[in-house]
């Protein structure tokens, strides 16, 4: 019969998980988990494999609770078109700049292993395919309900989305300052997230018998002249 293990195992995983975030994976020896686990080398690889090992389990639970995290929001969201602009500005949420700065733990390994590691590259090929696909669900929702043009295609919105929050998260990781990532991100959610088109805009109100044809929106009307043919007052 095997002996219970005598670690608090979510714990450990979370220490480890910081570990490889805040140094990355090359940068992350054997040492350093034993010291942030607490636990001597026989225990970490009996409980958990290797260093390769134990880095994907990390990343998996990470990912697991990024892609729970996205479709959650979008989900309970009044309106979906908000969680999709909250997502894009995840990367300024803290206004000290300290989270653009550490980045994302999948965006970190990806940019250091995935052209070397082919599991890893996997791994994070499924991971974004999974946010996009919360993110897509978003984007038809907002559709239905008249935030997003019904012309736009979800997929590739979604996708122009998740694209956009993850160059944030680099140029945060770069050392932005981050009122200017801030601006940034607010750019690009108002670009890639225009307001449906109400098609009664730039249609004319009601006439009245006799009453001339208003201009085109956007054209400029002159001043109505006074009784008596007298020039308007000019503005103060």
Not at 93 to 100: E, K, L, S
Request: hydrophobic fraction near 45%; charge should be neutral.
């Amino acid at each position: 019969m095997a002996r219970p293990r005598q670690f608090d195992e979510d714990a450990v995983l979370c220490s480890v998980r910081d570990q490889f975030w805040d140094a990355g994976y090359a940068a992350t020896s054997l040492q350093d988990l034993m010291r942030v686990s607490g636990l001597g080398k026989g225990s970490l690889y009996a409980a958990f494999g290797d260093k390769h090992q134990l880095f994907l389990r990390v990343l998996r639970r990470y990912v697991a609770a990024l892609d729970h995290a996205v479709r959650g929001a979008v989900d309970s969201a009044p309106r979906a078109v908000d969680a999709l602009r909250s997502f894009v500005l995840m990367p300024v949420g803290d206004p000290t700049g300290r989270a653009a700065r550490r980045g994302c733990l999948l965006a970190n390994s990806t940019t250091e292993l995935a052209s070397a590691d082919p599991v890893v590259a996997a791994e994070a090929r499924r991971a974004y395919e999974g946010i996009t696909a919360a993110l897509t669900e978003g984007v038809r929702r907002a559709q239905v309900e008249g935030d997003l043009s019904a012309s736009v295609d979800p997929v590739g919105v979604a996708r122009a989305l998740l694209a956009a929050q993850q160059g944030l998260t680099f140029m945060g990781r770069a050392g932005m300052d981050v009122e200017t990532l801030a601006a940034t991100a607010d750019s690009l959610a108002t670009q890639l997230l225009p307001a449906a088109v109400d098609p009664r805009d730039g249609m004319d109100p009601p006439r009245g018998p006799g009453e001339p044809v208003a201009p085109a929106s956007g054209v400029a009307r002159p001043a109505a002249t006074p009784p008596g043919g007298a020039s308007p007052p000019a503005a103060s």
